[in-house]
């Protein structure tokens, strides 16, 4: 059975002491280690870290703290969840709590299918277990409630079932080296080519590759999606005539003559 912190209690449950009801519920699998009230985005939220007990980190596979946002307004809007991700970037949360997982309770009702439609939009989002506030309450002494709802929503949900390729490094795993190996040729002004059977990761790869080149700012990055109509249906020279017009006027470099199939790779 876990406890609450001493700081907790004295500190943030004395100033805001009807939350005690809601994370009473948690207490069967989890510590409460930490509470604070935040604001970010317009909206203030509670946030606390819960530290798993060993049979919850054995079921669910959580290995550091999950973080809890409390949300006492009466209705869900999308800041509410900006707000909880830049908890998570920021210090303590950082490096510390669950990147990919966190527990998000409100009064507002109805915040289960709100959830749902939010995520179903958003392929890459975190896994966020909504809970209403009334149903904490209700269940504040079910030492299988929150379990449950654990189960049903980590156990239904396939983390590698994307059919888009991933565009930030929120489920981005593994391949470090692979990443670093092309990262260090560019560099390096080599050429590479990536190959690979379809849904293999391969543009996955590439946006990462992206996003590490545009936080350094030590390379001029053209991106183009070949799936796209508008270049499959061009012919050989047209993409390589783009490519050096895109160039040039990133350089402010002259190009001698149009690009035609007889003078693209002369130029």
Known sequence: ???????????????????????????????????????????????????????ITEAFGF????????????????????ASESFMADDPARGRVEKLT????????GIAEWFHAYTSERQESRMIIPFTAESLRNNANDSWFVRNVLAEYMYGRDLFDY??????????????????????????????????????????????LERM???????????????LPSIRKLRWHEPLGDICTRLSKRFNL????????????ID
Request: with cysteine.
């Open 254 to 265: 002259s190009i001698s003559s149009a690009a035609d199939e007889r003078k693209v790779v």
């Open 163 to 208: 059919r888009l390729p991933l565009e930030k490094d929120t489920y981005f795993f593994g391949r470090s080296d692979v990443v670093l190996n092309l990262f260090d040729a560019i560099k390096r002004r080599e050429n590479r080519g990536i190959f690979g059977l379809r849904k293999t990761g391969k543009t996955s790869l590439l946006y990462k």
């Open 213 to 227: 080149l545009n936080a350094e700012g030590t390379a001029e990055i053209l991106y183009f999606d070949c799936k």
């Open 102 to 109: 966190y527990f998000f309770a409100a009064e507002a009702p």
């Open 63 to 82: 290995e550091q703290e999950v973080m809890l946002v409390y949300s006492a307004y009466p209705t869900v809007e999308a800041r509410a969840v900006q």
């Open 1 to 55: 059975m876990g406890t609450i912190r001493a700081e907790v209690r004295d500190q943030h449950l004395a100033a805001y002491p009807h939350e005690e009801q809601i994370i009473k519920a948690f207490l069967p699998g989890f510590y409460v280690t930490w509470a604070k009230r935040r604001k970010a985005y317009n909206t203030e939220l509670s946030v606390y870290f819960l530290n798993p007990e060993p049979f």
